[in-house]
């Protein structure tokens, strides 16, 4: 299951290693609807505010429209968490992409591991 609009925004958020008030400054509105957006309280945001939040956090405002529930015209085949995604690393460095990958291995690793051993009694 897909993520919800508030968990994507307060991951844009984080990842961009800003607090909920930086970030609701940035984007031109309160740091309590933003946490009213990130908190999934706000059905439908205005496309003006998706707007902002996508300036500030730097977003597809596409993708944050179909997250909100707006129909976008000509839409691409990419999935809402590819094309997010993608917006949210576009600026890891090398040595930061380095490091997720080694502990996306590891993490997937260690699952393997640990579904292994629950069957086995």
Do not use: C
Not at 9 to 24: F, H, I, K, P, Y
Not at 45 to 54: A, E, F, I, R
Not at 83 to 88: E, K, W
């Amino acid at each position: 299951m897909a993520p919800s609009f508030g968990v994507m925004l307060r991951q844009a958020r984080e990842v961009r290693e800003m607090s909920g008030m930086d970030a609701a400054r940035a984007a031109g509105i309160s740091a309590a609807y933003l946490s009213k957006l990130e908190n999934d309280a706000v059905k439908k945001p205005s496309p003006h505010v998706l707007h902002q939040l996508s300036e500030a956090l730097a977003v597809p405002y596409a993708e944050l429209m179909r997250l909100s529930g707006y129909r976008v015209p000509g839409e691409s085949n990419a999935t809402t968490i590819d094309t997010v995604s993608a917006a949210l690393f576009a600026d890891l460095t090398d040595d930061e992409r380095d490091e997720l990958l080694e502990y996306l291995a590891w993490y997937r690793a260690r699952r393997r591991l640990t579904r292994g051993s629950s069957g086995a009694t």
